[in-house]
């Protein structure tokens, strides 16, 4: 296996061009599903606690996962944190650099797409629930009114806009003034293969509204088990905790109760379960199989390019679907890691593919690293 510290653009983009981007681009806008315990982390855990019948444990469990990881991405506001509205201006400033390294990462891949001579497109696929990248091109838009890329997120409609995978098959033709000469606006197709906290189901259909900022659970619906979610947290930020160290947590009366309330409206989130990665919803859980069907398409095609950044691979489908598509030996996958920690697992989950390229660098590899050191476009 190949290590590299950059990846050469001039390489890959006549080719067909994808990313695989995780929650690690996120990190600093919302939390990830790491945790500060030895090799674990939310989806080992609730495995466990799946495995062992430890059901409460589970169902607190995910209240903290929603509390810390679900709830932040639905209320994120960008024009609030854009006038300082929290007052705190170091936390908005973090905010909005995660924000322009994804602008950065659309400008980088607008470029790839406009010089790709047989097709004018980059696919982005994501298991993130957030709008980071809509947000970011709106950023775009705002910055420059008559930008030349499109950010295809699978939807068409108007007050009510639908998300489809057929979508994802559709592109932007500009005309001349007098029709005389056409050609494809550079693209990158968006698809959230995890779900979206922005889609809701409409009549058996996926309806996505990016203004919904509804949080699902009423105001202090969590109170009642505010000292529960305190003795879970303490727990998960303790790199000496073990998995015993769960079964010191002790439940009130009216846990049952709410349990049941959490878990009703839990289930009505159109998001992968990240335990067993599946959706509770069916239409939703279709698309997601729509959608790890897209991606393999894309990987069988000649030539292309796999780039992978802030991906834990704990999604056995998808990392079953990038092994099976590694077969392709014109498929380059180029998997950043972080740390040496990232670099020891790729190594034992990828190892034996001589099509798999492992981006290192001395220090971190983080969202700002990636942009500027190693996906970055020639001077």
């Not at 939390?31 to 430890?54: C, H, R, V, W």
């Not at 994804?102 to 001579?117: D, E, F, G, V, W």
């Not at 000469?181 to 979206?196: D, E, K, M, R, W």
């Not at 704990?314 to 998997?335: F, P």
Request: proline share 2%; hydrophobic share 40%.
């Amino acid at each position: 296996m190949e290590h590299l510290e950059e990846i050469k653009i001039n390489d890959i983009w006549q080719h067909n061009v994808n990313l695989l981007i995780g929650s690690g681009a996120s990190f600093g806008l919302f939390p990830t599903l790491a945790t500060q315990m030895k090799n674990e982390s939310i989806e080992t855990i609730g495995k466990y606690f799946e495995d062992e019948n430890k059901l409460q444990l589970k169902s607190l469990l995910f209240m903290y996962y929603y509390v810390n990881c679900i709830e932040p991405v639905i209320s994120f506001d960008i024009e609030y944190t854009k006038l300082g509205a929290d007052l705190n201006l170091e936390e908005d400033i973090q905010k909005l650099s995660v924000i322009k390294n994804y602008q950065i990462l659309l400008k980088t891949l607008k470029t790839i797409a406009s010089k790709n001579k047989s097709q004018k497109k980059a696919n982005i696929f994501t298991t993130n629930y957030d709008s980071c990248f809509a947000d970011a091109y709106e950023e775009l838009l705002l910055e420059e009114s008559n930008l030349e890329f499109v950010l295809n997120d699978g939807s068409k409609g108007f007050r009510r806009k639908f998300i489809e995978a057929r979508h994802f098959d559709t592109s932007e033709i500009k005309h001349s003034i007098f029709g005389k000469n056409c050609f494809n606006t550079p693209q990158a197709n968006l698809v959230h293969i995890h779900g979206s906290a922005f889609w809701t189901l409409n009549d058996n259909r996926i309806a996505v509204n990016y203004d919904d900022k509804d949080c699902k659970f009423e105001d202090k619906f969590f109170d009642s088990v505010k000292s529960e979610l305190e003795e879970l947290e303490a727990i998960l930020n303790n790199e000496e905790s073990t998995r015993d160290a769960f079964d010191t947590i002790t439940f009130n009366g009216t846990f049952s109760d709410i349990e049941k309330i959490f878990w009703a409206t839990y289930k009505k989130l159109p998001i992968v379960n990240p335990t067993k990665w599946k959706f509770h919803e069916t239409v939703f859980d279709e698309h997601y199989y729509q959608m790890l069907r897209l991606m393999s398409y894309e990987l069988e095609k000649q030539d292309s390019a796999l780039i992978v950044f802030g991906f834990s691979f704990a999604d056995e489908h998808i990392t079953n679907l990038i092994k099976r598509s590694l077969g392709n030996k014109s498929l380059t996958m180029y998997l950043c890691c972080f740390d040496p920690l990232t670099i020891d697992a790729m190594e034992a989950l990828f190892g034996s593919f001589n099509n798999v390229k492992l981006i290192k660098l001395d220090g971190f590899l983080d969202f700002d690293a990636f942009n500027n050191k190693v996906f970055k476009l020639p001077s």
